[in-house]
């Protein structure tokens, strides 16, 4: 059972803590000083992938100290039975036409990769410039198809990790570090 509002009750469905908010808040100062620099003199587009994404994008975005432009895009697999076939539907598309701008994507995690490899085969119709992608976490060993992604933050076990945008059930998301979630909680 999911527990209710209470704090105890929230640090007892996690084990460890596996990222802190602290290497977070780093991790993400050491990639945009890069993307800094790889972007030079050019116009920027994030585009953040909900809704795990939100959080890692708010930091991002801040860690950046040039004009950038924010979007986002919502997509859901066909029901989780067909996960693995990676087919994706659009929930909510870009704002943005991509003609011409240099996009990279910004993503929470990379599991097996389905979600981000169908995304980059959408965009790439779509006329940008240039379309990257930074992950701050992946999953290796949960790899099903590699995904070309410029910027990594930290590869983690795969575990069932929670945080810093990462759900279970929906809930979790709010948590300040990427945690492993106790297995009470989903079995
Ligand atoms: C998560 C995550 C990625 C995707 C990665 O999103 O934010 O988009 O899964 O998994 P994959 O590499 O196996 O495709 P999810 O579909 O859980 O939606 P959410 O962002 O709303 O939590």
């Known amino acids: 059972m999911l527990g209710g509002m ?3 009750e929230v640090q007892s469905d996690i084990t460890r803590v596996l990222v802190t908010e602290e290497q977070i808040r780093a991790k993400l100062d050491e990639v945009a000083a890069q993307v800094t620099a790889d972007y030079e003199g050019k ?6 992938v909900l809704k795990g994404a939100v959080m890692v994008m708010a930091d991002f975005a801040r860690a950046l100290p040039t004009h950038v432009t924010m979007d986002w895009m919502a997509v859901s697999s066909y029901g989780t039975g067909t996960r693995s076939s990676g087919v994706v539907q659009i929930r909510k598309d870009l704002d943005t036409d991509l003609h011409g701008k240099h996009v990279l ?3 929470d995690i990379i599991d097996s990769g389905l979600t981000l490899s169908w995304l980059l085969t959408n965009f790439a119709s779509r006329g940008a410039a240039s379309v990257e992608v930074f992950a701050l976490f992946r999953k290796p060993d949960a790899a099903k198809v590699e995904v070309d992604c410029r910027y990594i933050g930290f590869d983690i076990p795969n575990e069932f990790v929670v945080g810093y945008g990462l759900d279970y ?3 979790y998301r ?3 570090d990427v945690a492993v979630l106790a297995p009470h ?3």
């Open 185 to 187: 909680v989903y079995s």
């Open 6 to 8: 209470r704090a105890e």
């Open 169 to 171: 059930a929906e809930k």
């Open 43 to 48: 116009e920027l587009l994030l585009v953040g």
């Open 174 to 176: 709010n948590l300040r």
């Open 105 to 107: 994507i910004v993503e």
